[in-house]
């Protein structure tokens, strides 16, 4: 039983940063891989990033390869999303997710537990 929470959406201008963060519950955080998607008004949800249990591993959408870094502190039941070089394509609501299988994946169904989400809006 996984509770995620994330934190750290906001309004920012194009070309701009702004960093995300998925607080998890409980004990057994490092025994999931953690993802990071995304869903647009009118729109699917999107995948965007994802890392291994260990962290040594990431996965990244074409649209943020190169702008998005995902990373993970296990000591901290965290996970985070480095966003660089925003524009206003990447405005969306963005949740976390956790994944008890041992590979990454890109598919949202895959995901046992998601977060509320956290608005990022992206001006011109």
């Known amino acids: 039983q996984v509770q995620l929470v994330e934190s750290g959406g906001g309004l920012v201008q194009a070309g701009g940063s702004l960093r995300l963060s998925c607080a998890a519950s409980?004990?057994?955080?490092?025994?999931?891989?953690m993802g990071w998607f995304r869903q647009a008004p009118g729109k699917e949800r999107e995948f965007v990033a994802a890392i291994s249990r260990s962290g040594v591993s990431t996965d990244y959408s074409g649209s943020v390869k190169g702008r998005f870094t995902i990373s993970r502190d296990n000591a901290e039941n965290t996970v985070y999303l480095q966003m660089n070089s925003l524009t206003p394509e990447d405005t969306a609501v963005y949740y976390c997710a956790a994944d008890g299988g041992r590979i990454l994946t890109k598919l949202r169904d895959e995901y046992d537990y998601w977060g509320q989400g956290t608005q990022v809006t992206v001006s011109s």
């Open positions: 409980g004990r057994t955080f490092s025994s999931y891989a």
